[in-house]
Structure formats: C-alpha cells, structure tokens
C-alpha cells in the first residue's frame, strides 16, 4: 500500500531557476493510465527547473498504483467519491456526473486547505482538459488554469469544431454561413472513417462525446492551453490554432532517459496502474535477433472481440517473426485455446504472452522490430520517439485519426484493413507485418521513423521547441509568485 504522499521527479543536469521564493504549481490527473502518464513527466520537467510541484490522483484505492521511483515530485490521492459505491453498476452518465461532484469537492478542499497552511501557497492549476471543471474550482479559490491536451493538435481541434457548431457532425467543417470549409488544410487528408469514434458516430457514445466537446466550453478562461505534442510533427495545426489560440507545445512527454537524458533518475514514468512483467519480458528479448521480434499491444483500455482475438493470434503464429504480445488479464479468456501451449517452451519458444510491460523498455529493445499499435496517443508519441516502425490497427476514440497521420503524413507505419464483418485477418496481420519486417515498403517506414526520432528528441532537448515552451510556461508561473 502506497503512502498518502510519495515523491516522484528525477535529479536533473540542468541548471534548476532558483526563483527568489519558492514557486509551487498544483497539476490535477485524470485517472487513466494515458493520461496519468503524460502530466506526470511534464511535472517533473516542471520540477527539473526549479518549480515545486505537487501532483493530485483522484482514486479511490491506492493498492492499484505501482510506484517506480522516487524523487521530488509530491503526489497526493484525493478522493474521487467510490470508497463505498459499486461504480459498475452505474452507467456512464451516471459515474462520469458523480466523479466530477467528488472530484470537485475534493479539489477544493484540498486547494483551501493547501492555502491556508504554506506561506507561498499555489497560485496554478494545471488540470486535464477532459476535467474542465477543475478550472472553474482553481478560479474560485483566486488561481491560475493551464489546460492540458492528452490529445494531438488534429484531434483537438476536431473536437473544438464540433463545440463551436463549426462541423457537421460527424464530418463536415462548415463557416457561418454554412458553406463546407476544407481547412486547416491538412485536415483533408481525414476520411469518414478517419474521425475519432465519438465523432464520427455522435450517437454510439454521448456522455463521452459531451466531455470531449466539453473541454473547449471553458477554455477561454484559461491563461494556458498546454498540448503534449511537439511543434515540428503537428507544424500546420500547430500555426493554425496558434493563431487564435495561446497555445504551447511542450511533448513528448516522454522520461528523459530516452530522450535528451539530461534527466538523471527519469528512467519511467512513475505510477503505474498495471504491474509489468519486466524481467520476464527483457530476458526474452535478449534471447532473440536484432530487429526480429514484432511489440503487440493495445493499451491499457481497448477490448477486442473474440472472433479479432482468434485472428490476430492466427496471424502471429503464422507470421515469420517473434512476437511479445501484451494481452491484460481482463481479455486473457478471449485467447484461443491451447495457444499458449502451442508457442513452445522458455527462450525458443515463437511468442511470449504477458498481462503488462514496460513499454518503454521494451520498444527500445534491439529486437524489435515493429510495434503493432492501437494507436494511443501516448503510444503514438513513443513509437515516433524511439524510431519504432508502425503496424496501426485502430479501435476507437482518437485512434482512427492517429493512424491516418502515422501512415499518410508521417509516414512511420502501414495500416491493417478490416474486413466486411470489420475484422481483421490472420492474412492481413501477417502480410502488413511482413512488409513492414522485410519488404521495400518498410524500409521506407523505417527511415521516416528514424527521422521522427530525431526530430523527437530536438524537440525536447535543451533550446528545442518543447523545451522553450516549457522554460516560457515557468517564466509566466514565477512572474505571478513575486
């Protein structure tokens, strides 16, 4: 069991600010692994540079996290209000309007009593645009909001049209008059079935589309928009929002160690939701080849069907290369029987089959070779930083859109085509992965993700794009602690 404050920031080789007084930034999560994730090493770069920061969980048990190191990040557990409620047997609407009454509450006391007891109290919130009203509660209380995007530039700005009435829904941008608009230009490249779930089919999911629209209802009142993404991958909606937006970049938020290393200790990402079989993982990897061994998963959040299931096992066995396949404990039944026998046994053995890994660590492996992806934003940005290779397989949500830019812009990844029934084939699995493996097709993937890396890691680095934005975001924080 976790204590109910823990530390979390890695030493740094940079020289920290030292403002003349102590300058202290709250940042609100959202209980989501992929979005825990992101806001977390953004604290810590926050951290890195002087700021102290405290880090807030909603949850309601803390036996569920996984605490991987320790620095001087302070997290603290707020309570999101299920202590004693059966959130399963609530429906969606239901748990997302008791979570937002807990959470705020909770926020609130927490910020009156924080404020009442340090003589440099925080003055800034920054909150996860999916829970705007924690800006409302920040200005209440006299603070500061910096919204921040888990999302990319193209799908918040998708979500905005949708909020501001400029888009048809699900597919059309429209101007005042009605008119069908075709910019930002690059949002050409999206198809009907490119648009993330919740827009595309605005019936299927209308609690979670009110939450997703819902983040730009408020956004006016906050003095920062902060999106993990870097400017060079996005440049075009980048400009574009910039425009009209005061927006930062400030992604990838990824540990320091796989990218600009001047993070000593940030070696992962800290809280984890699911406990990860790292030694299991990393012993088989160094048993196999450079670049033989295809990465699978599909986060910590998508659900496959049974019949998907028996095809994307059907095609890892058949294809010609490894594979370590990251299947949860909650869609482990859904295997086809004796799969597992049939792999073969210790390090020969074609597959390895985990409930969780570090996926970090393991798509900087030399044996891998390509990532077969769902497409996660947090996913996304990790194969593009690491110069991984790209098989999409989209689910919902954002990813039909990520998996657009990763094939048609970016260029780092090859697509899967569902059939009639929309599943995706045994053949269609083990072809894609082929050519990305050893076809000329793949060659070219893997020299645009190389490139990506590259970009990636300038990005962050000391004088990158991201990097100013961070150091331009403190300036503005320590201008309001004089």
Not at 15 to 35: D, T
Not at 86 to 114: G, N, P
Not at 253 to 259: A, Q
Request: hydrophobic share 40%.
């Amino acid at each position: 069991m976790l204590s109910s404050r823990e530390r979390i920031s890695p030493n740094s080789k940079q020289p920290k600010m030292h403002p003349a007084k102590e300058v202290h930034v709250l940042v609100l999560a959202h209980p989501v692994q992929g979005h825990i994730n992101p806001m977390l090493q953004f604290s810590k770069r926050l951290a890195s540079k002087g700021l102290k920061v405290t880090f807030l969980i909603p949850i309601s048990t803390k036996k569920s996290l996984n605490l991987v190191n320790a620095s001087s990040i302070q997290v603290e557990y707020i309570s999101d209000g299920f202590d004693n409620i059966e959130a399963d047997k609530l429906s969606i609407d239901e748990y997302l309007e008791h979570f937002r009454l807990s959470v705020s509450q909770s926020l609130s006391d927490f910020i009156q009593k924080h404020q009442s007891c340090l003589e440099n109290p925080a003055k800034v919130l920054v909150y996860d645009s999916f829970d705007r009203w924690a800006l409302d509660v920040a200005i209440e209380h006299g603070m500061h909001g910096a919204s921040f995007f888990t999302q990319s530039c193209v799908v918040a700005w998708i979500y905005y049209s949708g909020q501001q009435g400029t888009m048809k829904l699900p597919l059309e941008v429209v101007d005042g008059q009605g008119h069908v608009l075709s910019d930002p230009p690059v949002m050409s490249v999206l198809g009907p079935n490119d648009f993330p779930s919740f827009v595309a089919d605005v019936h299927k999911y209308p609690a979670i589309l009110k939450i997703v629209l819902g983040q730009f209802s408020n956004f006016h009142k906050a003095k920062w928009l902060l999106f993990n993404t870097f400017t060079e991958l996005e440049s075009e909606l980048v400009d574009w929002m910039g425009n009209q937006w005061s927006l930062m970049t400030v992604g990838p938020t990824i540990p320091s160690m796989y990218m600009d290393k001047r993070l000593e200790d940030d070696t992962d990402y800290g809280l984890s939701l699911f406990k990860p079989e790292a030694e299991a993982c990393l012993q088989w990897l160094d048993s196999k080849p450079p670049r033989s061994t295809v990465y699978v998963s599909f986060g910590s959040l998508a659900s496959l069907g049974e019949d998907q299931m028996e095809e994307l096992a059907s095609g890892l066995r058949s294809m010609k290369s490894h594979f370590l396949w990251v299947v949860r404990e909650s869609e482990e039944k859904k295997l086809p029987r004796n799969f597992m026998q049939e792999l073969g046994l210790d390090d020969d053995k074609k597959g390895l089959v985990v409930k969780w890994c570090n996926q970090l660590q393991v798509l900087s492996h030399g044996s891998i070779g390509c990532f077969m992806t769902h497409c996660g934003w947090n996913s996304t940005l990790e194969a593009l930083s690491l110069g991984v290779p790209m098989v999409v397989m989209p689910q919902w949500t954002d990813q039909p859109t990520n998996a657009k830019f990763i094939v048609e812009v970016w260029k780092a990844g090859l697509r899967v085509r569902a059939n009639e029934r929309g599943v995706v084939t045994g053949e269609e699995i083990e072809s894609c992965v082929n050519e990305i493996m050893d076809g000329e097709r793949g060659k070219e993937v893997r020299e645009s993700s190389l490139r990506w890396k590259e970009i990636a890691k300038r990005a962050v680095d000391e004088g990158g794009s991201s990097d100013k934005n961070i150091q331009e975001f403190i300036s503005n924080v320590v201008d309001l602690c004089p």
